[in-house]
């Protein structure tokens, strides 16, 4: 089965985070490429668990996917943007 998923990727500190939208799912690594290779195993680990615990369908709809021709598609991205808001006086 072929679950695709978006990736974004910042620096905290000295560790760059990786999450997997739309599942949300997070990893880190010293590097971003340790980030993604983290956060693909993490990915695959939860799906896998899902799958045995019988939730992966029910997870994967709540989270935006359709099945089409046996492969779970992520909802269509309308935009990634960055905001700001100013808090206080």
């Known amino acids: 089965m072929h679950i695709d998923y978006t990736v974004q ?14 599942i949300d799912v997070m990893s880190s690594g010293q590097t971003p490429e340790e980030a993604r290779i983290a956060l693909d195993e993490a990915v695959n680990l939860f799906l896998v668990t899902a799958g045995d615990m019988g939730t992966l369908e029910e997870i994967l709809q709540e989270t935006g996917y359709k099945l089409q021709n046996g492969n779970w598609v992520s909802p269509d991205w309308v935009a990634i943007e960055r905001h700001s808001v100013t808090v206080g006086v």
Do not use: G
Request: net charge negative.
């Open 9 to 22: 990727i910042w620096k905290e500190d000295s560790q760059f985070v990786a999450h997997a939208m739309p």
